[in-house]
């Protein structure tokens, strides 16, 4: 059974920096295409980044460009989000998302990611 578990939110004040954690079990998640989105109260969910299948390639919405990192270690088949310098803005549920057909790239759409995880709170407030 595939699943995805996020784990790492919390409470931090603005300029602070928080890593979430995505764990897989089931699939390999070097195999996937892996993406975090995020949803504030009242708001669409949004991409915020995305690593290719291998780790060929990243993408980053551009509020989050030279603040956060995705990563993926393989030996422990888990997906990272570091998150530097926050912003009350980026308080949201942030979710991973993983797509096991997409090869060679990643997208920030969520309706191209198949399996998702519970979600992990992030508030930025002082």
Known sequence: QLQLVESGGGLVQPGGSLRLSCAASGFTLDYSAIGWFR???GKEREGVSCISNRGGATNYADSVKGRFTISRDN???TLYLQMNNLKPEDSAIYY??????LFGLCVLADGEYDYWGQGTQVTVSS
Not at 96 to 101: I, K, L, Q
């Open 39 to 41: 949803q504030a109260p």
């Open 75 to 77: 030996a422990k088949n």
């Open 96 to 101: 991973c998302a993983a797509n096991p057909r």
